[in-house]
């Protein structure tokens, strides 16, 4: 499908890394499957990968595994 965004190319379909943070608090998902734009970068999901998604995350069984992740403060 052609991006929506640019209107320059066919999205691709791709494994993903998705994150999403609450506060402090930062949660990955890796190999989630999504449309993405090769052009501008642009990810979709679909609306079962999305509730696949949730309840991946709503069970809070233990995670695949830990990474340690640094915060930068962006300087100007
Ligand atoms: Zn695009």
């Given at each position: 499908m052609t991006c929506e965004v640019c209107?320059?190319?066919e999205?691709?379909?791709r494994?993903?890394?998705y994150s999403f943070s609450?506060?402090?608090h930062l949660t990955v998902v890796d190999h989630v499957p999504a449309e993405v734009c090769p052009n501008?970068?642009?990810v979709s999901l679909s609306p079962d990968v999305v509730?696949?998604?949730q309840q991946t995350v709503w069970q809070q069984r233990?995670?695949?595994r830990l990474i340690e992740?640094?915060?930068y403060e962006f300087t100007s």
């Open positions: 209107g320059r190319a999205r691709e379909r494994l993903i890394r609450q506060g402090d501008c970068g642009e509730e696949r998604l233990a995670p695949a992740t640094p915060v």
